[in-house]
């Protein structure tokens, strides 16, 4: 259990990006007391978390409503989980997300001064790239539920910690150093590169292109 747990956990914690998102986090709350940025950060990872939630448990029929099959979803969710290790690898992710956050935050609520749904909750949060992990991990557990459960609970340890990082956002801003996070940004990269290729080719051995031996 805790074999398949840990795995699955760091992939989302990858993927969610705590840590790149306590800046951008500070600099759409601006003024903005502990009180508030506290209500803030709840709502958008409470919002979040249903987001992945639903696409976890009904990510596949979903699918199927648009007529895309799981071997297409696969290759085409590792091709995006590339594109995002490659960003992460050369540093360019966290600007991207930085730029399109403050963009669209000052472009679309001009007045609004909470951004927990958009842009905190949806795409910070739960990313395309979070949304076709959660599918491709539910689908590869299969009918079994224990496997499930696993996803789940490292769904909502993944969520849980983000919470605690944008709770604690003001304080880490100050002692987190840039080297450090560059760091920890390039390692997480070259996981989340790797992952996307063994997602890619599970999809491409379900098309029958090699055997899921070759692949594994």
Known sequence: MLEAFLPTLVTLLVLVDPI???????ALTPGMDSVQRRRIAIRAVITATAILVVFALAGAEILKLFGIGLPAFRVSGGLMLMLIA???L?????????NAAMHAHESDHPQESDPSIFPLAL???AGPGAIATVILLMNRSGEDWGARAVVLAALATAMALTMVFLLLSSSL???ISPTAVNLLTRILGVILGALAVQFMLDGLAEFGVFTRAAAS
Request: charged share 30%; hydrophobic share 50%.
């Open 20 to 26: 790149a998102i306590v800046p951008i986090f500070i």
């Open 86 to 88: 490659i960003e992460m």
């Open 90 to 98: 050369f540093e360019k992710r966290s600007q991207r997300r930085s």
């Open 123 to 125: 795409p910070l949060l």
């Open 173 to 175: 801003a100050r002692h």
